[in-house]
């Protein structure tokens, strides 16, 4: 249990410093490269409409982020203390977590990386900062693959490319040339390339779970769920101004979805 609690400090905090670090390459090293180029046009310059593009997913993803952990599930109407909470078992999808020692209305699992259950309350907002934070990770890595390009002379025509670029590149670092900063991108490459896929899985997954009306909870204890409609399932959780959701961070609008299910 110690070592879940230290992971759910040392998550969220590996995670702000990613954030960070992608935020100072874009501002540092990916938009100033862009303005050097003298044949963009001034109104739609490649640096403008980068910027905007990767301020806009970014705010999706941290606003998302902030949400999740805002949007607490707790349900502290139900029960008082600790014990209680343990005893208290009205819904198969009620679950006592013992790293948040919280009661969890349509629980689905525990994320370490917000140090926060994933319930009925903020499932949404979880879905959304899964998909913000891979399109983020993916458009910084299409930057850095564009800056290391530009600045290494490196084509990435061939599909090995991206592949043979790191150890290609580690024997240069050593031989000096290639540069610390250059390096750094490198690698960076492959952790937003990591970090993307991975989210981009864990969104589909959820939606898919979404879709049938599950949860993981639910098809670890193997509970069976009544059968309904995709679309009413969609609608209980991403309520019914879901543009306005997928465009702006917001609250979930769906919180009615743990009552009509625990009936």
């Excluded at 670029?165 to 900063?181: E, M, R």
């Excluded at 959701?245 to 009615?256: I, K």
Aim: with cysteine.
């Amino acid at each position: 249990m110690l070592a879940l609690r230290l992971l759910n400090v040392v998550a969220p905090a590996y995670f702000l410093c990613i954030a960070l670090v992608t935020l100072v390459l874009q501002l540092f090293l990916f938009l100033p490269r862009m303005r050097e180029d003298p044949t963009a046009a001034r109104l739609f310059s490649p640096a403008l409409l980068h910027g905007a593009l990767f301020l806009f997913l970014s705010t999706n993803a941290l606003g998302n982020y902030v949400l999740v952990i805002q949007n607490s599930p707790d349900d502290l109407d139900a029960c008082q203390g600790a014990e209680a909470r343990r005893a208290l078992c009205p819904s198969p999808s009620t679950h006592f977590c013992r790293v948040c020692a919280r009661v969890t209305l349509r629980h689905d699992h525990h994320c370490f990386f917000t140090g926060n259950c994933i319930g009925s309350r903020n499932m949404r907002n979880f879905v959304l900062f899964c998909l913000y934070t891979s399109l983020a990770c993916l458009y910084s890595m299409v930057a850095g693959v564009a800056y290391i390009s530009a600045v290494l002379s490196i084509s990435f025509a061939h599909p090995l490319a991206f592949l043979t670029l790191l150890p290609t590149s580690i024997s240069q670092f050593f031989s000096g040339a290639v540069l610390g900063s250059e390096m750094f991108v490198i690698l960076m490459l492959y952790l937003w390339f990591a970090i993307g896929l991975a989210c981009a899985g864990f969104c589909c997954h959820q939606l898919l779970l979404i879709l049938r009306g599950q949860t993981r909870h639910q098809v670890r204890k193997g509970v069976a769920v009544r059968a309904r409609p995709w679309r009413k399932n969609l609608q209980e959780v991403f309520g019914k101004r879901w543009l306005l959701g997928l465009l702006v961070p917001m609250f979930n609008v769906g919180s009615e979805s743990c009552k009509q299910r625990d009936k």
